[in-house]
């Protein structure tokens, strides 16, 4: 099992580029059903990501294809942005 916490310490890969997306700022739990639904992460460094969501991305946890030591690998490609 893994931490909340911990996830946002990891980097966020895309599997298709190898860019670096940023780290996870957010993660959207469905309570309900009691499952992770996805990551949000910040299109850019900024002070004023903090003000506006239009620069933040969704990732649905479907993109997610491997959570490993240091990085989170996504299929970027697959986002709902």
């Given amino acids: ?3 909340a ?3 946002r310490d990891k980097d966020v890969i895309d599997i298709n580029t190898g860019e670096k997306l940023g780290n996870i700022i957010d993660i ?3 309570l ?3 499952r992770v639904e996805g990551i949000v992460i910040p299109k850019e460094t900024s ?3 903090f003000f506006n ?3 933040e991305i969704y990732l649905p946890w479907e993109s997610i294809k491997k959570i490993g030591t240091d990085v989170i ?3 970027f490609k697959d986002r709902e942005a």
């Fill in 1 to 3: 099992m893994i931490k």
């Fill in 5 to 7: 916490s911990e996830l």
């Fill in 28 to 30: 959207e739990v469905n």
């Fill in 32 to 34: 309900e059903e009691g």
């Fill in 47 to 49: 002070f004023f990501r």
């Fill in 53 to 55: 969501k239009d620069i």
């Fill in 73 to 75: 690998l996504v299929d």
